[in-house]
């Protein structure tokens, strides 16, 4: 889709935004997701190779110069990050489940966005997000989230494993308080979502890690300011990405980013105003588009995971936020944040375990909008909704959910619903599972 030069009713609402709210938008939005500093390198800490102070000044570099990107270049309010649900699939499913070394996974990132931008380039990913069924769409989103609330489970110390049953709970007690503070803190952050307060994750975090200190879990920052370490450059690894091995890795990669970003774009730009019904096309899309893929760019390279288009975003569009100068202001608080690393490394696990939790909520409410009346949209999507926590593998739930969604509706009689795209992309799944991956 081409950048065009018309003024819709969205820019006309732009038109009337002031630097003053546009500047507290961007603070609001900021508070909002300033919850992945500590949550990102919680997730990718795990990984063998993973050092998490570099991950934190990552982090904070990769969102404030791709945000910034996105503010001067593309003009909107939004706001990216690393994503959840990429750094979980990165962590678990490539780096510890497969031996992939750290350096050649973030390589693995860095080839998705270079694919994210050619796909941009010639319009393809226009084509193949139309053709993809909106109740699948729906179904992922709502599957990565139950994937990341299980992960904050088992942080949390609330869900550990069995013998027996495969997983179980954990018995909670005085001497082991870490369940309870997290439970605490979601409770937490649901009063303050409940009651409109902009932050609550992140409010969320901070009580939790207060009593995480007060129990003796977690011993308090030794500073409170110090001078950025070096991030974890990770380009040297990535000639040892190019395997044929890794191509099923690349496409899952590619896949999740590709529905994540643009289903939060489309809603974002609706909220803002940009997208309305006389004039439903997205002004400035290929740049939106093109940023992303430079995110994941940069995350990878930075060692940090793919970088995305963060929901959160909508705190501050709902506070007023229309321009760039909302996304101007969010990417330079995450750079300042690069500064304050002794403060965000003492958050513990359980502080940021309802975090996680509070997202899968979030992400969970998707599934709302499926379409369960109609067996050939809502097996298919619930085959992908539970598969992917299930198994342990967003790249997998996404595959069978793709693979019962061509299956049942070709057996059904219902073959008009099945596009060239959806045929190659379930062809390719197939040969992916076929080679025993």
Do not use: C
């Not at 070394?101 to 380039?121: F, N, Q, R, T, W």
């Not at 040892?240 to 990669?253: D, K, V």
């Not at 958050?347 to 979030?362: D, H, K, N, R, S």
């Amino acid at each position: 889709m081409a950048d065009t030069p018309q003024q819709p009713a969205g820019r006309q609402a732009a038109q009337r935004t002031s630097a003053r709210t546009e500047i507290v938008a961007g603070i609001v939005t900021f508070m909002t997701m300033a919850y992945i500093l500590f949550v990102n390198p919680s997730i990718l800490g795990n990984a063998p190779g993973a050092n998490k102070a570099a991950i934190i000044v990552g982090t904070g570099l990769t969102a404030g110069i791709i945000t910034l990107l996105m503010g001067l270049w593309a003009d909107y309010p939004i706001a990216l990050a690393p994503g959840m649900g990429l750094n979980a699939f990165i962590t678990f499913a490539v780096i510890i489940g497969m031996g992939i070394p750290y350096d050649v996974a973030m390589s693995l990132v860095v080839i998705e966005g270079l694919i994210i931008l050619l796909l941009v380039a010639t319009r393809l990913r226009e084509v193949i997000f139309l053709a993809i069924p909106l109740n699948l769409r729906r179904a992922i989103a709502g599957g990565i989230g139950l994937f990341i609330a299980l992960i904050g489970f088992i942080n949390a110390g609330l869900v550990t494993a069995s013998p027996a049953t495969l997983i179980t709970y954990a018995p909670w007690s005085a001497q082991h308080p870490g369940p309870m503070i997290t439970l605490a803190a979601v409770l937490v952050i649901g009063i303050l979502m409940a009651r409109k307060v902009k932050g609550a994750i992140l409010v969320g975090i901070l009580f939790a890690t207060a009593l995480a200190m007060l129990t003796g879990i977690q011993a308090p920052p030794t500073g409170i300011i110090s001078q950025p370490v070096m991030p974890h450059f990770t380009l040297a690894a990535f000639p040892a990405a190019f395997r044929l091995a890794y191509i099923p890795i690349i496409f899952t990669l590619v896949m999740s980013d590709f529905f994540d970003m643009m289903g939060t774009v489309v809603g974002l730009a609706e909220q803002a105003g940009y997208v309305t019904a006389e004039n439903p096309r997205i002004p400035r899309l290929n740049r939106v588009l093109a940023v992303d893929g430079l995110a994941a760019v940069l995350g990878g390279a930075l060692g940090v995971s793919s970088a995305t288009t963060f929901v959160e975003s909508a705190a501050g569009i709902g506070e007023g936020g229309r321009r760039g100068l909302t996304a101007i202001t969010v990417g330079v608080l995450f750079l300042l944040s690069i500064f304050f690393t002794p403060v965000i490394a003492v958050v513990p696990a359980i502080a940021t375990a309802p975090a996680l939790i509070v997202v899968g909520f979030l992400m969970l409410g998707q599934v709302a909008a499926i379409d369960w009346s109609e067996v050939t949209e809502a097996l298919p999507a619930f085959i992908t909704l539970a598969t992917i926590p299930f198994t342990y593998n967003i790249g997998r739930g996404i595959g069978y959910g793709f693979l019962s969604y061509l299956v049942i509706n070709l057996l059904a009689g219902k073959r008009a619903k099945l596009t060239w795209p959806l045929w190659v992309v379930g062809i390719i799944f197939a040969v992916f599972f076929a080679m025993g991956h």
